[in-house]
């Protein structure tokens, strides 16, 4: 948190070279078209996150620029020899395999014993290191998921819905930590997300896409954008800030309201 | 002392069980299982070839198997089928290409079911080289494959980004599989083939903390399945393949089912 590494926040984008640069990205299956010339570029230390509605194609864009999907036209370019930490949406091993957080974490990169403790306290999990992978609650796995993409030291790190399965606390203290992991580390960090306002708060730059890219700019200018309003109707009016929304009443076939508890099955047709 | 028939036999059985048994625990994770028992079926068509081709029966298997493990991955990843469908056609398909191609070759009495279920003990010393030789070949092939391996198992995108390469890794495993049925048929035969490398891995989980112990488990759980199935076929007159099997299913049986105070119990929320 001291001596932060950390850009400001008004020289978004413009930092340095980027880490990765995408420049007009196109992908095409089977005929249709997920993503129209799509760029954005992460910077050392910066935080770009991508939002986008269900099927905008940011699972899509995220594999391209991870190398795992050939885009259809455009291009990316890269720092040479750069590192990439990567964080997926959803890991679930089978409980078949007997694996422990230990062999999770080195399953790639071997670590020294004390680096593996050291990084799994830097997510806040320090006690894990021998429990059986499957063991783990959701927000564990993520905080574990974290550190294995910590443990090459990255120059990049790039998450998918880092914060999938947690709970809205939880989702606070993820982005908290990427936050600071940012800062200590002077990674770029490149996140694909859905949870828009807790992201938002995160991030020095927001990529709208939509197929193409809607809008781009920092969180306060993207959530001002019209573009963005259009996509995302109730965000809008709320502005930043944490956005819980509590459904203590659904609407049944007819429109009328009625108490969360009747929705399940049976005590609907008791109606 | 490799005169001996019984000895012969107990020396192929452990050679092909210390390595079915470590591999059948990948078998298990990656959710093989159908995969390997489709593969094995095709070793049939291998056996057929040999004969017409007048060639190395054990080279032509391992590569029979290999075209058609490669060629199962081709068509899984078009995903115009079901899985299992896709593995339902081909290995019964290539099972009766197998007998159809072996009735095909003139003026031979192949004695089939020394094939579809084994012969362990009719095995010579050639064969011993020939099992040797696929065995080892195959063990230090899953040594060097094994981190590569596991962490394609565990999730496959995430060793991609890692650098793992991906494809030349699932090819090392094709070939493997391949080399272990063509070393396992005289053994247990092509249709039991899968039940060797599945139920010795499937049975050492419940003592396994690491994805290590569980494959040497494996192949300890296979050791004792080949030398309970010569013994009981040697003291009972019964069929030395499907004795094995029966061993192996009896382990698996008593140690998963019967409560056991130092195994650890494998519930997962």
């Known amino acids: 948190m001291f001596g932060a590494t950390r850009p400001a926040r008004s020289a978004h984008g413009q930092e340095g070279p980027a880490l990765i640069q995408a420049e007009a990205l196109g992908l095409e299956r089977g005929g249709r078209k997920i993503l129209d010339r799509v760029s954005l570029s992460v ?73 593996l403790r050291e990084q799994l306290r830097k997510v806040g999990v320090p006690g894990l290191l021998d429990a059986p992978i499957q063991t783990l609650s959701g927000g564990e796995m993520q905080r574990v998921l974290l550190a294995r993409a910590l443990i090459g030291e990255p120059d990049l790190l790039v998450l998918d819905e880092p914060a999938q399965g947690v709970d809205v606390v939880g989702q606070g203290e993820v982005f908290d930590l990427i936050d600071r992991l940012r800062r200590d580390t002077g990674c770029g960090v490149l996140m694909v997300s859905h949870e828009l306002h807790l992201v938002m708060a995160a991030a020095d730059v927001v990529v709208c896409i939509n197929q193409h890219v809607c809008c781009t700019g920092r969180p306060e200018e993207v959530s001002r954008h019209p573009e963005y309003q259009r996509l995302f109707p109730d965000a809008g009016a709320q502005g930043i800030g944490i956005y819980t929304h509590h459904h203590d009443h659904v609407h049944d076939l007819a429109g009328e309201a009625k108490p969360v508890s009747g929705v399940s099955g049976k005590a609907g047709h008791a109606r | 002392m490799l005169d001996d028939f019984v000895t012969r036999a107990i020396v192929a059985g452990l050679m092909v069980a210390v390595v079915a048994g470590p591999l059948g625990a990948f078998m298990v994770w990656r959710r093989m299982a159908y995969f390997g028992d489709t593969v094995s079926h095709s070793a049939l068509l291998g056996v057929a070839l040999g004969f017409l081709l007048g060639m190395n029966l054990n080279l032509l298997v391992t590569l029979v198997c290999v075209m058609v493990a490669v060629i199962l991955v081709f068509l899984q990843r078009r995903q115009e089928l079901a899985s299992d469908t896709l593995l339902g056609i081909l290995a019964h398909s290539a099972l009766s290409l197998g007998l159809v191609a072996v009735a095909f070759v003139e003026g031979l009495r192949v004695d089939l079911m020394a094939y579809l279920f084994g012969d362990i003990l009719a095995v010579t010393r050639g064969d011993l080289v020939g099992i040797a030789i696929g065995g080892g070949v195959a063990l230090v092939l899953l040594i060097l494959l094994w981190r590569p391996l596991l962490a394609i198992t565990v999730h496959e995108e995430l060793a991609r980004v890692e650098g793992v390469p991906v494809l030349p890794v699932r090819l090392g495993l094709m070939l493997l599989i391949a080399l272990v049925i063509a070393s396992a048929m005289q053994v247990v035969g092509v249709l039991l083939i899968t039940a060797l490398m599945i139920i010795p891995a499937a049975t050492a989980r419940r003592f396994a903390r690491t994805p290590e112990q569980m494959a040497l488990f494996g192949a300890g759980f296979g050791v004792l399945a080949v030398l309970g199935g010569i013994w009981g076929s040697f003291t009972h007159d019964t069929p030395t393949g499907p004795s094995i099997v029966v061993a192996a299913m009896l382990a698996f049986v008593v140690l998963n089912f019967v409560p056991w105070p130092g195994a650890r119990r494998r519930r997962v929320p």
């Not at chain 1, 509605?53 to 995220?62: E, V, Y």
């Not at chain 1, 391209?64 to 259809?72: A, R, T, V």
């Not at chain 1, 370019?77 to 964080?87: A, L, T």
């Open chain 1, 43 to 115: 910077t050392r230390g910066q935080v770009v996150v991508v939002i986008g509605p269900n099927g905008a194609g940011k699972t899509s864009l995220l594999r391209i620029l991870l190398g795992l999907w050939q885009p259809s036209s455009g291009r990316i370019v890269r720092v040479p020899r750069m590192r990439i930490g990567y964080m997926p949406q959803h890991v679930q091993v089978d409980p078949i395999l007997p694996l422990s957080v230990r062999r999770f974490l080195t399953l790639r990169h071997r670590s020294s014993e004390s680096r």
